[in-house]
Every structure is written in structure tokens, then in C-alpha cells.
């Protein structure tokens, strides 16, 4: 397993808990992943759901390293 390093998402509220800026973002094994610290809730996508999902203009993907 690859280690990234995890960021927070200023503002960022839990899909599931509704919790406000507990949400980190990183990468795992090349996956994006967004997880919650609050209830541990966690998603991954890959770069082509990311593209799928946003409506209008794509300006860029945010890429931690």
C-alpha cells in the first residue's frame, strides 16, 4: 500500500454525518479517496468519475502529492 499524505477540505461537510471540515482527501494506491475522520465514512474514485460527475467546464483536478 502506498502512503500519501492526507489534506483536509476547508469547508467540506460529511456526506453521511453531516460533520463540517472533517473531511481529508489522499490518494491510495493511485485512487483518489475522501474518508471522514468524524464516522469514518470513506469514498474512492478514479479520475475518469471525477470527470463523469462534474457538470460544465472541468478546470482542473485537484492532484495531492
Not at 33 to 62: M, N, P, R, S, W
Request: aromatic share 6%.
Amino acid at each position: 500500500m502506498s502512503k500519501s499524505r492526507k489534506r483536509f477540505v476547508a469547508g467540506a461537510r460529511c456526506p453521511k454525518c453531516q460533520a463540517l471540515d472533517s473531511i481529508v482527501l489522499y490518494k491510495d494506491n493511485g485512487v483518489e479517496t475522501v474518508e471522514c475522520i468524524e464516522c469514518g465514512y470513506h469514498e474512492q474514485q478514479t479520475d475518469a468519475k471525477v470527470a463523469d460527475k462534474a457538470q460544465g467546464q472541468v478546470i482542473g483536478l485537484f492532484k495531492p502529492e
